[in-house]
Each structure stands twice: as C-alpha cells, then as structure tokens.
C-alpha cells in the first residue's frame, strides 16, 4: 500500500492572480494521481453559488463543500480523504491554521488558496501564519489594471474611488468592487503616503517619509 505523506501547500497573490485556476488545476492532477480529494469552501463566499468554486475567468468550476468554521470543515473530512483543497482560506477564523496544520499531521496533503493582504495592504492572519507553516509556497502575480506591471495588490473601489483605511476589511466582491494594482498604483483613501516607522528612541509611530 502507498504511503501518502501529509503537507501544507500555500497558494497565495492578490486579487485576480490565479489562484483559484491553481488550486483546481492541483485538485485535478491529485486526482488523476489517483488520489480522493475534497474541496472546501468558507460559506462566506457566495459569488459563484452555495456549494461551487469558480474562477474569475468563468473557465474552471468545481463542486465544493461550503462550511461556516474549521470545525465543520474537519469534521468532513474522512480517513479516505487523501487530499483536502480549500479555496478563499483567509475568510475563516483563526482555528484554520491549526485544522490544516492537525490535517497534515494526519497525513493529508492540505493544499490551500487565499490572499495574503487586504485592501490596505496589510497581513491577513489567516494567511500569514499559514505561510510560515507552509512546506511548500506558491506566491503567484497578476498585471496592474493601471500600468500594466505585475500585480501585488487588491485595490478596493467604492463608486470607483478608492476604499477608505477605515472601512471593513472583508468585502466579498468581483472586479464591481476591485482591481488588480501594483505598488506604485495602490491606493487607500485616508492612509499616509508611506507605510508607519515605530521610532524605538521615541516610542512613537512616524510616516516614512524623503529625508
């Protein structure tokens, strides 16, 4: 009998880089492997129905299971799974780190997709502390809606302005409601010009700034 060797696989980017059309396209190649996989789903995300993954594309689409927490997650998951796929990963609670980290222990190989900031550029949880305990990190890119340069960012728009520092960090949406952006392109109404410095010899935070 095989041995199936469990692992943490990290697909992450900003918003229309891919990394769904990834996950899926690892989905399917775990299968023709011969592998018994499962797809996962935060219930947050309805954009493409209750119980479906869809890329922005429209091109790849796949059934998945939709649960509301980690917990419910897990508990579907059965000794004949051998591969467990969960898209949009940064929309579940903290207990997902250590679902994914306990599934690959079991001997699952956890492979996951989800982006790494916010609209304002900042670390999602979620994401961040799965990528210090990923085995592998696939860090994908799209191209900036503005100039055309590789993609980092999720730039947020309300009525075609850019989302305000203060508004909720989690707004599902579709390209109604963002772009892909590079660095340079990257806007967040409210927020200083460059990111805060904490200044030790003063305890105090300052913007960056030319000297």
Avoid at 30 to 42: D, N, S, Y
Avoid at 50 to 71: I, W
Avoid at 86 to 95: G, K, L, R, T
């Amino acid at each position: 009998m095989a041995v199936h060797h469990g692992a943490l696989e990290v697909i992450t980017g900003c918003m229309f880089s891919g990394k769904t059309e990834e996950l899926l396209r690892r989905q399917r190649w775990a299968e023709i492997a011969g592998l018994a996989t499962q797809l996962f789903k935060p219930s947050l995300d309805s954009r493409h129905g209750k119980d479906t993954v869809g890329t922005h594309s429209g091109q790849a689409v796949a059934s998945a299971l939709s649960v509301d927490h980690p917990r419910a997650l897990l508990a579907q998951v059965t000794d004949g799974i051998q591969g467990v796929f969960i898209d949009e990963v940064q929309f579940f609670s903290a207990e997902i780190v250590d679902v994914c980290a306990y599934l690959a222990h079991w001997g699952k190989r956890v492979v996951v997709c989800g982006l790494n900031q916010d609209f304002r550029g900042e670390p999602f949880d979620n994401m961040a502390q799965l990528l210090a305990r990923a085995d592998t990190v696939v860090q994908l890119q799209g191209i900036c809606n503005r100039c055309g340069a590789p993609s980092t960012r999720s730039q947020r728009l309300i009525d075609g302005q850019p989302a305000h520092v203060n508004d909720p960090t989690v707004l599902v949406g579709g390209s109604e409601s963002y772009e892909a952006r590079c660095r340079d392109c990257h806007e967040v109404g409210g927020q200083r010009s460059a990111p805060p410095l904490y200044d030790q010899a003063t305890s105090s935070v300052q913007a960056l700034g030319p000297a």
